[in-house]
């Protein structure tokens, strides 16, 4: 008899419960076409580099970077730019390093690799 009781108390909470968050759940939900956009297309205010101007930026930044030293240890490598300790797959203003060897970097930035030779005797 009080198992019965039971139950039927715990059927009557679970659809007490159950009735009052659907009351609340009801708030109607806004959406609008105009939210989807094309992931094909580029978002607004993100404007794409032409060749040139990748070419142009690039060139900035490789006149600016120097290759410090090269770091390898058992896990990691490391790369001293500019006095900045940046280790694989790191970004260093905007450019990635892709790989690291230990007599030169592979950098890639905005769709281009380049090859960045460690020269010792520059130092």
Request: proline share 6%; hydrophobic share 40%; charged share 25%.
């Amino acid at each position: 008899m009080l198992k019965q009781k039971l139950k039927i108390t715990f059927f009557s909470l679970t659809a007490s419960l159950m009735l009052i968050l659907n009351a609340y759940s009801q708030q109607p939900i806004h959406f609008e076409p105009k939210d989807l956009r094309d992931p094909l297309q580029s978002p607004p205010g993100f404007d794409k580099m032409t060749n040139a101007e990748q070419e142009r930026e690039l060139s900035k930044i490789l006149s600016d970077l120097r290759i410090m030293g090269i770091i390898h240890s058992p896990n990691e490598k490391y790369v001293i730019i500019n006095d900045t300790i940046v280790k694989e797959k790191d970004s260093w203003r905007g450019v990635v390093v892709e790989s690291i060897n230990k007599d030169n970097i592979v950098i890639f930035f905005q769709g281009a690799r380049k090859n960045v030779p460690y020269l010792k005797e520059s130092l």
